[in-house]
Structure formats: C-alpha cells, structure tokens
C-alpha cells in the first residue's frame, strides 16, 4: 500500500469550528498512526466569505493543539503550492475541466441568473456558491439547457466573451456507488445528481472540483470530511471515474451536536477552539476530548495525551451516530488536565487570570497552588480568588454551621480569644499560623472545625474556599488578616 497522506483543506473564512478541528484532528491521526503524512492546504476559491486574518488564525490553532503539517503553504513537499488561488495561477483547474469538455464530462453553460431562478425542479446545486446554496430553501436543480447547443454556438458566444460557467455533466439514468469507510456501500440513482457547477464565472474553481483535483494531484489517500458531504460524494465519484483516476478512501464523520441534540452552530458559546481557549479550557484537553466525539479507545480510556491517541486511533471504529458535545464532561476532562499540569506550565497561563483579579501585592504563585486542583476551567480562577483582593459582604448566618458545632456566640468567642494571639505572634508564618491555632483547640478540647471555620469564615467571608484558614491568613498578612478578624466580631457584637 501507497503511504498514507491526508489534508487539512480549511477555508478562511473565520474561527475554527469544532467539526473542523475534528476533522483535521482526525486526518492527523490516520496520517500519524500508520507513518503517513499530514497536508495542510488553504481553500481560498470562494473569494466573497474570506476573513482578513483567518489564515493566521489556521496557522495558530494548528500549532497551538500540536496538529502539525509535514506539507504546507510553509513547507513545501513537492506539491505546491499549498494555496488554491495560487494554484490558479497555472490555470489547472481550468485545464482539467476543459478535459471533461472534451469527453463529454462537462460543458459550458452560459444561462443567465434569471433564467437558473426561473427553474424549479427542487433538487439542488444551481447557485455559484455553496455556502449560499445551503441556506436556499428552494433549491432548483439545472435542467441541461446548455447541454444541448451545438459546438459552433459554444464556439459564438465564447468569441463572443458571454460569461460562461462550466458543468458537470451528469448520467440521468442507471446509478453511482461508492464506498465509506464510515458508512459502507452507498448507491444513488442518477437521476438524482445535479450538473455541479466545477468553473464559477469569476474564473475561479468551485470547492468541489478545486478539492478532487488537488487531492488527485497531492496525492491524497483518505479524505476526511463531515457527512453532510455524503450527498455530494457521488458526484466526486463520478469526476474521478471520468478522469480515470483512483479514488481516495472515503470517511464521512458523524454529525456533532449540543446537549438538546441539535447541530452545533456558530451561534453556540463553544463552537471554536479559539471559544474555548477564552473560556479557560486548555489545547490539550480541548484536543483530546475532540478526539472523543464520534470515536473511543478500545479499553475506553479517556485521559489520552495526542501522541497515546496516535497509537490507538482506528478510524475504523468511529461511530456511525451523532456525537454530542458534552460541556460538562469537557469541564471535568480540563480540570483533570490541569490536576495534572507541570506548576510551571500552569502558573503561567493562570497568570492573567490572577492578575485580572488580584491588584494587591500578594504571592500570586500561592493563590495558584491553592486553586490548581479545585478549577475545571482557568475562567474559574477569578471567582474562587476574589476574596483575597477584597472581603466580600457577608451574612453572619455563615458563622453558624451545623456540622462542625459553631453559632454566631461561640464564633465571636473564638475570635476573641483568638485576636490577642495573632497580635502577640511575631512569626507571622502559615507554619506558625497552624501551630497556634491547633494549641488553641487543644487547649479548649474542641474539634478542629469548631476552631478553624468562624477564622476561615472571618478572614474570606465565604461558605467555600481554596485552602483553609492559616493558608488564606498567611497569603494576606498580619495586618488584613487582623483588620477582617475585627470586621467579623463587628458583625457579631
């Protein structure tokens, strides 16, 4: 067998949806798992939805999750270039779909807009753009008007300059198969396939028929794409049958979905990566969770690092049903992630977190270590540290607590013992901090909540926290940490 090489086809058209990045994740891993190679090629054919800086943002997300290309527009592999509307430049794809003219495969179509609008035959695949095409409710399917004009009126109106698209020229009869590795044996009849447009107007090659005659010409062995593209494989099958060329294996990946069950949109608050790099979750939890929908380990491991799911993926075994995007199960699989993250590597990407927080001098490393392992998201960080920048307003009913025996009376009693202690203690320390608090519970005989909840309640003002009371009063100081001792026997006198 030839060696396996795959291609991330992106358009620039904006953030990288979270299909997309499964997509390339996915064509990484069939690529990496057998010793192939991994295409990164720019799709920029349909010049009205580009992005100004979309191409940077590719580029970013590819380094950043570690999908990186063996071939691209910076890495010539000997196919390039790696850019389609450059490729247009040798005029190949104009080339290639005159071949088709002069096997019957295609023609030239010269049907003004007012006339494609008037057909209506609801099929689909009569409008220039396709990204338009899938938002047109009555969608009108050509009737092979052009088809029919003789060589010497193709010949007039091409001397003559009137605008021109080129066609694919389609079977009506009998039916076209082809094979997914996903899906199996998929037969359409012919009468059902539309004359897809391959040449737009504008000079400039569809994303159709720019993609099978790059994938042929890059040598591409599998072609990984969403299966809202099964529709559209019969008509790939049939320009490479037409070319005589062999086609690629087909893996058509199963739908994503939110909780409700309904297609991830742009319009959901996680649908990009760049979304989720802003919500607090981290690339590597991002890509391995990614991995997850629609495929899983044979031992069902979930925790996998990228180079562990090299190893493991099957692209055999991706499934079949929708995969829903579990935003829950995404928390909990970042917070594991992090759990387990190098303090250093941590540290500095919980930093502008800290800081958006935190204005005060205080160990900002301490406040990381105290919340390394009770966050999911970075995002959380803000809210577990607010009170270390300021005490919050808080009802003294949180002096009361059941569990650990305390009231509003034996807190203030607490406090006031404890005050005169923490003025006298000279090493203000967490070490010395601990040592006095647990002399003062041994000295009372109470149990260690009854001593640390009203200080750790007086000193954060909160029912929960990272660390307990002498951690919280060592990363404030002596003299904060007195000032809410006092705030608190206020609130209780």
Excluded at 210 to 233: C, F, P, Q, W
Excluded at 282 to 304: Q, R, Y
Excluded at 374 to 392: A, G, N, S, Y
Aim: glycine share 6%.
């Amino acid at each position: 067998m030839s060696t396996i090489r795959t291609r991330f086809a992106p358009s620039p058209t904006g953030r990288m949806h979270v299909g997309n990045l499964r997509t390339a994740l996915y064509e990484y891993l069939i690529a990496k798992h057998e010793g192939g190679s991994f295409i990164l090629r720019i799709e920029d054919t349909d010049q009205e939805r580009l992005v100004e800086g979309a191409v940077d943002i590719i580029f970013r997300t590819i380094k950043g999750t570690g999908l990186i290309h063996d071939e691209g527009p910076d890495k010539d592999g000997g196919y390039g270039p790696y850019v389609q509307s450059e490729r247009m430049a040798s005029g190949i794809y104009l080339e290639y779909a005159k071949q088709l003219v002069e096997k019957g495969a295609a023609y030239y179509c010269f049907c003004t807009k007012d006339r494609l609008a008037s057909l209506k035959t609801a099929v689909g695949g009569n409008t220039e753009d396709e990204e338009e095409e899938k938002d047109v409710k009555e969608i009108t399917k050509y009737d092979k008007h052009c088809l029919h004009l003789t060589k010497e009126e193709t010949l007039a109106n091409l001397a003559a300059g009137i605008p021109y698209i080129i066609r694919q020229n389609n079977p009506t009869e009998g039916s076209t198969t082809f094979h997914d590795a996903i899906f199996g044996d998929i037969t359409v009849d012919n009468e059902e396939l539309d004359d897809m447009i391959l040449i737009k107007s504008d000079g400039y090659p569809t994303y159709n028929f720019a993609n099978v005659i790059d994938d042929h010409m890059m040598k591409i062995t599998h072609v990984v794409r969403g299966n809202e593209y099964l529709s559209s494989t019969p008509k790939y099958t049939r320009l490479y049958q037409d070319f005589g060329w062999e086609e690629p294996v087909y893996v058509h990946l199963p739908l994503i979905t939110n909780e409700e069950h309904k297609k991830l949109s742009k319009r959901s608050g996680h649908s990009s990566y760049e979304d989720l790099l802003e919500q607090g979750f981290v690339s590597e939890a991002i890509i391995n969770f990614v991995a997850l929908l629609g495929w899983s380990a044979p031992n069902n491991t979930e925790i996998m690092s990228l180079d562990e799911l090299i190893q493991e993926f099957d692209y055999t075994h991706i499934n079949k049903a929708p995969a829903v995007f579990d935003i829950v199960k995404l928390r909990w699989m970042n917070g594991e992630y992090l759990k387990k993250m190098d303090f250093d590597q941590y540290y500095e990407l919980a930093l502008p977190y800290l800081k958006s927080a935190i204005t005060k001098d205080l160990d900002l490393k301490m406040i990381a270590a105290l919340v390394k392992t009770r966050i999911e998201t970075l995002v959380d960080i803000k809210d577990m540290i607010d009170f270390f920048e300021e005490l919050p307003d808080y009802d003294i009913a949180m002096f009361t607590h059941k569990k650990m025996k305390t009231d509003s009376a034996s807190s203030l009693q607490t406090l006031t013992d404890l005050l005169p202690q923490f003025e006298a203690l000279e090493d203000y320390s967490e070490a010395s901090i601990e040592a006095l608090l647990m002399a003062y519970i041994a000295e009372k005989g109470i149990k260690n909540g009854q001593g640390l909840w009203p200080i750790r309640t007086a000193v954060s003002g909160k029912q929960s926290t990272p660390g307990g009371a002498y951690e919280i009063m060592n990363i404030l100081g002596k003299e904060e940490s007195l000032r809410r001792i006092k705030v608190a026997m206020d609130k209780l006198s």
